[in-house]
């Protein structure tokens, strides 16, 4: 392996990522404005945004009070008012549109050693959401409860136990038969399981309601929390000179980009491709949205599509033929990854390692690209998830990747 | 170094025609059979590139 | 006619078993010459565009795309041809599946799965052998290397470093090997006993091992070097270091060399080194000049002398009468003379095995001379390509002129019979001298082909009122999986005279042309 690899993968898989606190994301996010609005995938301007972004920015303007009604969110969301760029160049990963602005709060997970922060936003739960581009004043209201309720509540309970050490449910959840990306049901469970007691006494009168935002119609709240630990392990990887290691892969609908750790900042991107998977019942590919979110982090760090023979029960879900689809799934990984993760074992593989650091010279090499595990987003504004499934990516933006390292090593 | 491949027990690894894997297998001897493609899509550069970065360390 | 081509995006399979592919459907559809099934790579479509099997869509298409282009009567043959070549790729042994736990994806994941001593098979297109065979070597595998079109400096290189591990790097053009009991590439099912065997050439290891097995000798170690080791460019290297190991192990007490006479440094080198080690050691160089034998050194012409000389030293003793049971040669010659007339005179000899070919040519050249041949030593007897024969004629078919964009006759030896029929209906041809390689890695049932090939040809003779005479011998192990002695009674069957070795059926050859 190159020394350079070594570094890298040393430090993704050394991240020891603990949930410390939830706070507004102006309070966090460097460098944030109000204006500055955050979304998943590689740098888009408005005009190009898909549907459902543009759907969840005009949710984001009148979340914010910026616009006043929605004919004022359609004319400032493109009139230069507000600047957009990618949550991952902030620290910050948000799943499907992943718009994420001053207000909104968000999970802070914290890096044990060296005291490194990833944000994430918290999931919305049952029904359709900002996440996929609805402005309705039921979601307005929900962001409002998470806001001035939900998130205190939570920021409370992680002061009072001194931070929840995610690694540990993370592993239990692989045990679970999670993957983490696209089945959570461990993962949220464990949450409940652990802290109802808690949560019971810091939420008073609105207990019911926090307990029942968590475990209602929220089967992927965990999700959310894990792909801030991965931000967190792949923000330590980056930055090693002349590593081919991926440290982010991410879409916005329009495009997927991918970063790597010797060329730290740079993205490589190309058109989202379609998933292939499953629909909801009245829902067709003609519904689909190209590939969409910034949860491709999961997969960057090592679960999701690497890891997706943990989780055997959502073969069908993704439109998978058989249970044997997971496990190639999975071995085809193992062969464009850098390592097994120590503390992030397979059950049925006999405990073996995740997975764990993609590499674009074994992509390259190879032709085999990263698998996604993911949601499909409707192409139309406010409709929400119509399937799921698994998404291949193409391979150029690696090459580019690739070729752009050479140069800049003066191969 | 000394070659102890005559006292020890043998493994085969195939990179080729599948019929040297079956008939490898068919003698019972222990074999993993490579599934190869051209590296990078038979790219002369990009094979030149990961060459020279393996070589780089 | 009407001519098809059919596009897959973005599926790979190597040329070898798509080469496979297109000779079945080819002889489904009655000619091969109408059949290709390649990947767009440029050289590929420059062969298919010669052969006029291009389309516009196979034109179009790009190097990662595989090509069906078929020609035939109309559109359901074409249909049906299409119909068998997809059964074929989707068969489960054309399509190696990930799911099966012995199938991995690189080099680096399949060295992970293994243990003990390792030793990799490399039967990948020339020019990119090599660097895999670097991962390999790194990763302290012993390799095989069959691949050809590989350039002397990196055979150079990857025996370089194998030597400073003190691994083998047998090959490149290295098709057999038998270690520890196990046949490599073209192999058989052997006897184990104390006999190693080094050498340059593939049939020709093949030819003497057998023959061991057969007459009741074993074999400890069978090891490759390729063609090209003892040619002053590599130097022996190879050989070198196979020859040392065999002298070191314990199970190996008799060593036989075989190869074409060696540059004369490396054959300095190479004697000293086989006298130094004191084990009994037979050389025989195909095609070199007389040698006296000293000490522990006992120089041999022929495969066949190889064998006998080996199993002498090796206390099985030698086989007393190749011939027991049988007529005699030149009773069988003077049998055999009967059935020819004087104008038929000459003899065509039409190999899959090129060591034999050679073996042949060399025996015919020393008895009756002027014998052409695409391998001939002499230019002025070179045949050139897939020239018609004159006058005596001995042919390695597996020699590239015949082999382009096909399978090696070993694999598929219906690649001969049209020449087959050529040599039996020219009016000169009194004897047709063949060869039959059994064993792993060969056609599985090769007697049958070659038998279908010359009950066709008797049929046409016999309407010429004339008869050619047929010998074969059949290089293969008595325990091989196509069963020797079922191949040889098929023969038989059809009155084609069945010899024990290829020397012996090249001496009857020239027996009864003399």
């Known amino acids: 392996m190159l020394k350079a690899n070594e570094i890298a993968l040393g430090r993704l898989m050394a991240a020891d990522p603990v949930l410390v606190d939830v706070k507004p994301a102006h309070e966090v996010l460097e460098g944030l404005t109000p204006t500055t609005f955050l979304h998943a995938g590689p740098p888009i301007a408005f005009q190009d945004m898909c549907p459902p972004m543009q759907g969840a920015v005009y949710c984001a303007l009148l979340n914010e009070g910026i616009a006043r009604d929605i004919d004022e969110a359609r004319r400032m969301a493109a009139d230069g008012t507000i600047t957009y760029k990618p949550c991952h160049e902030f620290g910050a990963v948000g799943p499907m549109t992943g718009l994420t602005t001053w207000s909104m709060p968000l999970w802070v997970v914290e890096d044990r050693a060296t005291g490194r922060r990833s944000y994430a936003n918290i999931s919305e739960g049952s029904g359709v959401g900002l996440r996929f581009g609805e402005y309705s004043q039921r979601t307005l209201d929900r962001l409002k409860w998470m806001r001035e309720v939900a998130g205190p509540v939570f920021s409370q309970l992680l002061h009072e136990i001194g931070g929840m050490d995610l690694a540990p449910m993370m592993a239990q959840g692989l045990a679970m038969g999670d993957e983490l990306h696209m089945r959570n049901h461990a993962g949220t469970a464990l949450f409940v399981k652990n802290y109802a007691w808690l949560i019971a006494r810091i939420a008073g009168p609105e207990a019911e309601n926090v307990l029942k935002f968590i475990g209602v119609g929220n089967d992927q709240f965990f999700l959310n929390l894990a792909m801030a630990a991965n931000k967190l392990a792949a923000d330590l990887a980056d930055g090693v000179p002349g590593s081919t290691l991926v440290t982010a892969i991410a879409r916005n609908g329009v495009n997927f980009g991918i970063r790597i750790s010797g060329l730290p900042g740079r993205w490589f991107t190309a058109p989202s491709p379609m998933v292939k998977g499953l629909y909801f019942p009245g829902f067709t590919e003609a519904d689909a949205n190209p590939d969409l979110g910034d949860s491709a982090i999961m997969e960057v760090g090592g679960f999701g599509g690497c890891s997706m023979i943990t989780a055997p029960a959502i073969v069908k879900f993704l439109g998978a033929a058989s249970v044997d689809v997971a496990r190639e799934t999975t071995e085809a990984m193992y062969s464009i990854t850098l390592g097994e993760h120590p503390r992030y074992q397979i059950p049925a593989l006999n405990f073996r390692g995740t997975p764990c650091g993609i590499d674009i010279m074994k992509v390259v090499e190879t032709g085999v690209t990263p698998i996604l595990n993911t949601a499909i987003a409707s192409n139309r504004a406010g409709v929400g998830m119509v399937g799921a499934g698994m998404s291949t990516l193409p391979i150029d933006p690696f090459v580019e990747a690739l070729k752009a390292l050479a140069q800049e090593l003066g191969i | 170094m000394e070659n102890k491949l005559f006292e020890e027990k043998m493994s085969v690894i195939n990179l080729g025609l599948p019929s040297f894997f079956e008939s490898v297998k068919d003698q019972g001897a222990p074999c993993v059979h490579v599934d190869w493609r051209p590296p990078a899509g038979g790219d002369v550069r990009l094979i030149e590139i990961l060459d020279r970065l393996r070589e780089l360390g | ?514």
């Open chain 3, 1 to 514: 006619m009407k001519l098809r081509n059919v596009v897959k995006k973005n599926s790979y399979y190597d040329s070898a078993t798509l080469m496979l592919l297109s000779s079945k459907v080819g002889e489904h559809i009655g000619s091969t010459k109408n059949v290709a099934v390649m990947m767009a790579s440029d050289m590929n479509k420059d062969i298919m565009r010669a052969s006029g099997l291009l389309a516009d869509e196979g034109a179009a298409a790009s190097p990662n795309d595989l090509v069906f282009a078929i020609r035939a009567e109309d559109d359901a043959a074409i249909d049906a041809a299409m119909a068998l070549a997809e059964e074929i790729l989707n068969s489960r042994n054309t399509k190696m599946e990930q799911r099966e736990t012995d199938v991995v994806k690189t080099v680096e994941d399949a060295v992970a799965r293994v243990d003990g001593a390792k030793l990799a098979v490399v039967s990948l297109p020339g020019k990119f052998a090599a660097r895999e065979v670097k991962k390999l070597l790194k990763e302290d595998c012993n390799v095989l290397l069959f691949s050809d079109n590989v350039s002397c400096e990196e055979e150079n290189q990857l025996k370089d470093l194998a030597l400073e591990k003190g691994l083998l790097m047998m090959g490149p053009d290295c098709g057999t090997a038998v270690i520890n009991g196990v046949g490599l590439g073209f192999a058989n099912k052997l006897r184990r006993g104390n006999i190693g065997l080094a050498a340059a050439s593939g049939t020709g290891l093949q030819e003497v091992m057998t023959l061991i097995s057969n007459f009741g000798g074993g074999v400890s170690q069978a090891l490759g070097t390729g063609g090209r080791d003892l040619k002053e460019v590599i130097g022996g290297k190879m050989m070198g270091l196979c020859v040392q190991m065999l002298q070191q192990d314990a199970g190996t007490q008799v060593i036989v060399v075989i190869s074409k006479p060696p540059a004369p440094s490396v054959m300095e080198r190479m004697v000293e080194q086989l006298k130094q080690g004191g084990k009994p050691t037979v050389v025989c160089f195909l095609g070199g000049e007389d040698m006296a034998d000293s000490g522990n050194l006992h120089f041999v012409h022929t495969l066949e002398e190889a064998a006998c000389k080996a199993l002498e030293l090796a206390g099985t003793g030698r086989p007393a009468e190749l011939r027991a049971g049988h007529s005699s040669l030149a009773d069988l010659a003077r049998q055999q003379k009967a059935v020819l007339r004087d104008s038929q005179r000459y003899i065509r000899g039409l190999y899959c095995g090129g060591t034999l070919a050679y073996e042949s040519m060399l025996m015919m050249e020393e008895k009756l001379g002027g014998v052409r041949s695409n391998i001939a030593l002499k230019k002025e007897l070179l045949l050139d390509g897939t020239a018609p024969s004159a006058g005596h004629t001995v042919l390695d078919l597996g020699d590239d002129a015949f082999t382009v964009g096909k399978p090696h006759p070993m694999i598929e030896p219906a690649l001969r019979g049209e020449r087959l029929m050529q040599e039996a209906l020219d009016p000169e041809t009194a004897v047709i001298l063949l060869d039959v390689e059994i064993g792993y890695g060969s056609h599985a049932d090769p007697a049958s082909v070659v038998a279908g090939e010359i009950a066709q040809a008797k049929a046409e003779l016999e309407a010429a009122d004339r008869q050619v005479v047929f010998l074969a011998s059949i290089c293969g192990a008595y325990e091989d999986f196509q069963d020797y002695a079922a191949q040889k009674a098929m023969l038989e069957g059809l009155g084609v005279v069945v010899l024990e070795s290829n020397a012996q059926a090249a001496e009857l050859a020239i027996r009864i042309v003399s």
